[in-house]
């Protein structure tokens, strides 16, 4: 173990330790209010563990490695005694699994039992990513007063809403996680990880989609059938979204997001949710995706979350610090988004053109023909496989069913920092039909690489429209010499269902219909990506 630690130490870029000399209390049983029992682990220094402050982390994804190995060894190494608990059906824990649904009553009744504890160090905080990061809000407005803050990790209080958007649903992120928690506790599961994903990548494919989860893991999924039988406003869901806790929260909050995380939107919301509120909050976005292996958690755990337990001022710094891609610097703002930064149109034009300037003269639109049973691929961007984040996208550009549009190289530096969206006025030759839009950096070798996406989905788009789609959220620098590039497609798949084209739900759909599709872009259709820069 003690070899592990020093290559995390290495590997993380974390402050050397207090102790390596820990010792863990295993399978500790914590009483729920209906009589279920969870299990927990106890990490703590061997010596004066009783005295520290508690790092909490309830988990779906058991006690043991990664998350122990990563998070719990680090955090007990370094000022905290750590408590990791498996979430109710899962790893030993008792009750059934009902993923999402039951965080803020177990929530609460562990806090009540920590906090009775006989070395229990009188003060608490919260600390965790994703899944980890969600039951932290499940409980945000009625955490007990030895709560001192809480530290959410790529992570946001309504979780998997935004993939279940009814326009817009993201296939691959949410039917992946059924996959890992329906297989995570069978035998050599770690193991078999490669041969898993190869298997889930072809399940997506399955048709209907509805029988996709036994293509995957042998058995049906009631979490899989639900996420593609229902989007985010069913009934399913209630309870899943906190959002109106966010508002409620007293202790000070320091927030960790990557510009490819599958969560971010919703961070921000939630940031500026504090924000607004007047609460004691800050953030901190880096280039990372939902997977990225990074210290900063866990450095912030110490600098700030125990700074926050000895109710000590943590160390200064401006409430915002996020890292400008292109620029590759990191950069302090006072408040998300910063200010200074206007809503200025690239507009689409003939030939395959970006510009400033608005369209002029009449121009025919721009045609391509989209076809699901060979859809447009997903290429890096926001998703939890290891094609994510940024990525070279010279073969997906050069498909005949993704239009590009770009400036001219940049006479100077164009900094975006902001909320990115689009207006695409487009037509197809049936009713429903998808609408991807993509911001690419693409440097003087003619390398075009992706900032920033996102899709909507149309009924009624056989008649022009004007798709409004909301892009992922940036911060960049298109340098001097560089050139901005937007290309819009039909879909990114598996990241986003495929679009049957013919009305019928995904999950049942059996027919697909290949679609011509119109981009316009003259004067009375001015189709155009919005860009939040520094005149």
């Known amino acids: ?146 709560v001192k803050a809480m530290i959410p990790q790529v992570t946001e209080s309504a979780l998997t809403l935004e993939f279940l958007r009814a326009d817009g649903m993201s296939l691959e992120t949410p039917f992946g996680w059924g996959v890992l928690v329906g297989t995570q506790e069978r035998r050599w599961a770690m193991l078999r990880q490669f041969l898993q994903t190869r298997r889930t990548r072809r399940a997506l494919r399955t048709l209907p989609l509805k029988e996709a989860d036994v293509a995957a ?70 280039p990372w995706t939902h997977l990225d292996m990074d210290g900063t958690a866990i450095r912030e755990a110490v600098e700030f979350g125990l700074a926050c337990a000895r109710g000590e001022q943590p160390p200064e710094r401006a409430p915002v610090r996020l890292y400008v891609m292109g620029e590759e610097a990191w950069r302090d703002f006072d408040s998300w988004p910063p200010p200074g930064y206007q809503a200025q149109r690239f507009h689409l034009q003939p030939g395959g053109v970006l510009s400033t300037a608005p369209p002029s003269g009449d121009a025919e639109p721009d045609l391509y023909r989209y076809d699901p049973a060979d859809p447009t691929p997903a290429a890096g961007g926001v998703r939890m496989v290891s094609d994510s984040g940024r990525v070279d996208n010279t073969a997906l550009e050069a498909r005949a069913d993704v239009l590009i549009y770009t400036t001219d190289p940049l006479d100077r530096d164009v900094e975006v920092i902001g909320e990115v969206g689009a ?71 598996p990241r986003y269902a495929r679009n049957p084209g013919t009305g019928e739900s995904r999950a049942t759909a059996t027919t697909f219909r290949a679609a011509d599709q119109a981009v316009y872009h003259d004067p009375r259709h001015p189709s155009a990506v919005i860009l939040p820069t520094r005149r």
């Open 217 to 286: 893991i042998g058995e049906r999924s009631a979490y899989i059938q639900d996420i593609l039988a229902h989007d985010a406003g069913h009934p399913r869901w209630e309870g899943f979204d906190h959002r109106h806790r966010v508002a409620q929260v007293t202790v000070p909050v320091s927030s960790i997001g990557g510009w490819y995380d599958i969560f971010l939107p919703g961070q921000l919301r939630d940031f500026q949710v504090l924000q607004d509120a007047g609460r004691p909050a800050r953030l901190t976005v880096g």
């Open 423 to 493: 207006e695409i006025w487009f037509r197809s030759s049936l009713p429903y039909a998808d609408v991807f839009v993509r911001l690419c950096d693409v440097d003087p070798n003619g390398r075009s690489v992706n900032v920033c996406d996102g899709l909507t989905s149309l009924s009624g788009a056989e008649e022009t429209t004007r798709a409004t789609v909301r892009l992922w959220p940036t911060a960049h620098r298109f340098k001097r010499g560089h050139r901005i590039r937007v290309q819009v497609s039909s879909g990114a798949f």
């Open 1 to 146: 173990m003690k070899l592990i630690s020093r290559l995390l130490e290495r590997r993380l870029k974390l402050p050397p330790p207090v102790t390596r000399d820990l010792v863990v209390q295993r399978d500790l049983r914590v009483p729920m209010d209906d009589g279920v029992e969870l299990l927990a682990d106890r990490w703590a220094p061997r010596a004066g563990g009783e005295a520290l402050p508690t790092a909490l982390l309830r988990s779906p994804y058991g006690r043991r490695a990664p998350l122990a190995w990563g998070l719990a060894m680090p955090l007990a190494e370094r000022g905290y005694q750590v408590l990791i608990q498996s979430t109710r059906g899962g790893f030993g824990s008792g009750g059934a699994f009902d993923p999402l649904r039951q965080e803020r009553e177990d929530g609460l009744a562990t806090l009540d039992w920590v906090v009775k504890q006989p070395w229990f160090g009188g003060s608490i905080v919260l600390v965790g990513l994703s899944y980890l990061g969600y039951v932290q809000w499940a409980v945000a407005d009625a955490l007990p007063p030895q």
